[in-house]
């Protein structure tokens, strides 16, 4: 597929995939989200990739909606269409996901960055829940994360002031994993990813489905899901070589099956 909106490399079993409208913040258009959706699919797809790295280009990671190309008509539709989808398409993707931010996050592209696995950020990254400055609520799943991520009383905060978050509050809050000075980010990054792509793949994508479940559930029903999804994934042929490998002394060798 040619892309113009992201930028889409796989390199050994990393697939990065890169925002790429950097004159505009890298916000949102119809055309990227159609093209973030093909990328995450094909990445999902694809037996090769293990992991995902998601960045921008240029001086920001996203600033959300293209305020230029928003359809006050069609708010729905595009929200369920694109952003609800982009959401669900990335906490269903069953391998795991690392955000870099490499600069600043807006409405949208902030909320995009918490749906994803293990974020990290540039110091010089912030992070503005920017909905309340033009009028409109906090989407792409914002209101579901961030309160579970930082407690009510900062999520609302931000949401109702859209005051600017750095990295390293955000890091502080609990809000990312990690902060890295601006130069290492994507080096990082990209070893955190590289890393990630050596492990029991099967294993990950079921881990994140455990705590995507776990936030609805009760301990009980929560009991019962670790249940499963262990028995699930004993039959994995990465399971049975991480402890053959362990009672071998040996270091696993996983195959991402
Ligand atoms: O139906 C629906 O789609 C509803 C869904 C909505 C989801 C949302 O995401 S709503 C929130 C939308 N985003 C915002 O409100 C953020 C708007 N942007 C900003 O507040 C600022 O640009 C930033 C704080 C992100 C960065 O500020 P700064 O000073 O570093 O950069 P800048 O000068 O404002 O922006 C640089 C360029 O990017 C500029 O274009 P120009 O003048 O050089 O041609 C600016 O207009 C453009 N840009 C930045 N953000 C957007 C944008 N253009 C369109 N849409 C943007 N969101």
New binding site residues.
Partial sequence: MAWTAIDYDRTDAVATVTLNRP???N??TIELHRELAAALDQAARDDQVRAVLLTGAG??FC??????????A??????EQ??NALVRRLRTLPKPIVCAVN???????A?LALACDIVLAGRSA?F?Q??C??G?VP??GGSYFLPRLVGLPRALALALTGD?VTAEQAAAWGMIWQVCDDAMLLEEARALARQLATQATQALGLTKQLFNRSLANDLDTQLGVERELQVAVSRSEDCREGIAAFLAKRPPVFKGR
């Fill in positions: 004159d505009k913040l916000s949102f001086r920001a600033a959300g909606q293209d305020l230029s190309a928003l359809d006050m069609q708010v729905g539709d595009t929200i694109h952003y600069g600043v996050a807006a409405g949208a592209g909320n912030t503005i920017a909905f400055k033009i409109l989407d792409t600017s």
